[in-house]
């Protein structure tokens, strides 16, 4: 599975952005993804990740409320929509899916199989 990850950019605080992934493969829809973002100096953490049948979500409590993850399994696509957008929220923003046998969310970067190239947030004060 091969994944694209685009959308990234300069925002001002306060603003909104939505990223996009698109995966390579029609089976996309048997994997659970994830959005990770990493910051200069920090660990890649989980921002939001989403079961593969959708019905599932995960938010950290840094982005819950401001951040939206979803999928349209037709365009093989899922989406993080990021409103209230905080400078803090600045990184590089990847995502992520899981092998296809394991159709739940994973917290940890280690669970997540193929990877995205990563998109760089940028948002100013």
């Known amino acids: 599975v091969q994944l694209q990850a685009s959308g990234g950019g300069l925002v001002q605080a306060g603003g909104s952005l939505r990223l996009s992934c698109v995966a390579s493969r029609r089976t996309f829809r048997s994997f659970a993804m994830g959005w990770f973002r990493q910051a200069p100096g920090k660990e890649r953490a989980l921002v939001a990740a989403?079961?593969?049948?959708?019905?599932?979500?995960y938010y950290a409590d840094s982005v819950k409320g401001r951040f939206t993850i979803s999928r349209d399994s037709a365009k093989n696509t899922i989406n993080l929509q990021m409103n209230a957008l905080k400078p803090e929220d600045t990184a590089i923003y990847y995502c992520?899916?899981?092998?296809?046998?394991?159709?739940?969310?994973?917290?940890?970067?280690?669970?997540?199989?193929?990877w995205g190239q990563g998109t760089q947030l940028t948002v100013s004060s």
């Open positions: 992520a899916a899981r092998d296809f046998r394991a159709p739940s969310y994973g917290l940890e970067a280690s669970q997540y199989t193929y």
């Open positions: 989403v079961s593969a049948s959708g019905s599932d979500t």
